[in-house]
């Protein structure tokens, strides 16, 4: 078989395979980055919502890989969470979800819950 720029015609199709998987790893990597949100609300009573911090590792488990929880200096019933996400459209979901108002109640977290995300500038 002839050569071309030195490389062998099998090799070069063989090359563009492997940058063809490359490439669509890479699309693949980008859908399912991690996103950091932040959510902010407020609760009832403090000590019973810090209590359940538990169920909320577990409920957003599946769609979060960390989860940082901080008071408002000024307002002890006011909580912010600083989320990695890894699936924004299952964290929307469990947002959604009718079944999750239960824990919210348990857990004396007030509506609205506002739910913000990075901007790039």
């Given amino acids: 078989m002839p050569l071309v720029n030195n490389i062998h015609p099998n090799e070069t199709t063989r090359i563009q395979s492997s940058i063809n998987r490359l490439k669509q790893s890479n699309q693949h990597h980008s859908k399912i980055m991690k996103k950091i949100v932040v959510t902010r609300h407020k609760v009832g009573d ?64 007030l509506d609205p819950i506002t739910v913000s995300m990075q901007v790039e500038t």
């Fill in 46 to 109: 403090f000590d019973t919502w810090l209590k359940g911090h538990q169920d909320r590792l577990d409920l957003f488990g599946p769609a979060m890989s960390d989860l940082k929880t901080f008071q408002d200096t000024d307002d002890p019933n006011s909580v912010v969470l600083v989320m990695e996400l890894t699936d924004m459209e299952k964290f929307k979901a469990i947002l959604d979800d009718p079944s999750t108002d239960a824990l919210k109640t348990k857990h004396t977290v």
